[in-house]
């Protein structure tokens, strides 16, 4: 289990800015210099997989090409996942027991359909119109549970506990509506250094009749002890936020309520002893909430078809108001009220 750390001194020193601030290798260099200076991008480096697949169930196995397939007969359940990643983390209980690599599989399930009243409540909750198209975010939902299951693989090279959101990217090749069964497959790929640890692309594919309709691609950060001694990274000044276009009061009920929708319950989010352990003073928003409502800010504005990328950066504590701004070529981000960003996004 992640190590527990004494909480920030300051009333808002909630920052992770010290564990985000390596290359993430998510946005555009445009887009990141509009947030923070950019660092230079890590090195992609391709470490030895793994074919441990215990812990696996009943599935049907297939090869595709370097990855084994298995195909789960119904979606996991996210709360036993979540168990079995803190107890994996015990002394004594298979915590450490960590591959050199990744795992050379893909997770599926097929034949996921739309729970209409789920998507009503997950509209409601990030500020969506309720109509029968999918938010670009809501197949991430959808698809939670199947990632999960991947990540709490025992030969998965990152624990899920205190894992770290850095990043994603969601692509939208088509709309898509409610009345559609989807086919998701989900993998993991460039495993590769960050200035605090290792980072990985958690990827999540969802096809409708053999057709890829949408992709996303999350990026995670596992914090890891470094050797001391390098060079300390010259962050210099941070540039001026941008004048807001909106401002959105985030009240505590915002996490608990994004974790029944999402089925992301990591206590970080949800509780006050929770965010302690992991040294924060306050319970913090998901950062896919946070995503979610700077897209139904944009939602008249959206094409078809698309892609949105965003960078994670300093947490959004709750309760507090943060500052939502539009900005030029696709870009958007959210401050908190000293200017600090909590995310920089850009649609394309």
């Known amino acids: 289990m992640a190590r527990r750390r004494k909480p920030a001194e300051g009333p ?24 923070h200076r950019p660092e230079p991008s890590g090195q992609d480096l391709s470490l030895e997989q793994t074919h441990d697949l215990s812990g696996g169930g009943p599935a049907g196995r297939t090869e595709t090409g370097a990855r084994e397939r298995v195909a789960l007969p119904r979606m996991p359940a996210a709360g036993a996942l979540y168990r079995r990643a803190v107890l994996g983390a015990l002394p004594g209980l298979g915590g450490g027991r960590r591959g050199p690599g990744l795992p050379a599989v893909e997770v599926a399930v097929g034949g996921v359909t739309v729970d209409r009243a789920h998507l009503a409540d997950y509209d409601r909750v990030c500020g969506f119109r309720l109509t029968d198209r999918l938010p670009a975010t ?93 060079e300390a990274r010259d962050r210099g000044g941070r540039p001026e936020a941008p004048d807001a276009t909106a401002r959105w009061r985030v009240e505590p009920r915002v996490g608990t309520r994004y974790a029944r929708v999402s089925g992301d319950h990591n206590p970080i989010h949800t509780s006050l002893l929770g965010a302690r352990l992991f040294g924060f003073r306050r319970p913090i928003a998901h950062g ?23 960078a994670f950066k300093v947490p959004v504590p709750l309760p507090s108001t943060v500052s939502f701004a539009l900005l030029p070529d696709g870009g958007f981000a959210l401050h908190d009220s000293r200017g600090r960003p909590h995310l920089a996004g850009l649609v394309r």
Request: contains cysteine; aromatic residues 6%.
């Open 12 to 35: 808002d020193d909630l920052s992770v800015h010290e564990l985000t601030d390596g290359p993430t290798e998510i946005l555009s260099r445009e887009i990141l210099d509009a947030i």
């Open 138 to 230: 809501f197949p991430h939902v959808m698809g939670f549970p199947l990632s999960l299951r991947l990540m709490t693989m025992p030969g998965f090279p990152i624990p899920l506990t205190g894992v770290v959101h850095i990043g994603n990217r969601i692509t939208v090749h088509r709309p898509i509506t409610a009345d559609e069964t989807l086919d998701l497959t989900t993998y993991a790929e460039n495993l590769r250094p960050h200035d605090r640890g290792r980072q990985v692309d958690v990827v999540l594919v969802g096809s409708v009749a053999g057709e890829e309709v949408w992709r996303g691609v999350s990026t995670y950060l596992g914090r890891e002890r470094k050797p001391s001694g390098g």
């Open 288 to 310: 896919m909430w946070s995503k979610a409502r700077c897209l139904a800010a944009l939602e008249s504005r959206l094409p078809d078809a698309y892609t949105v990328e965003v």
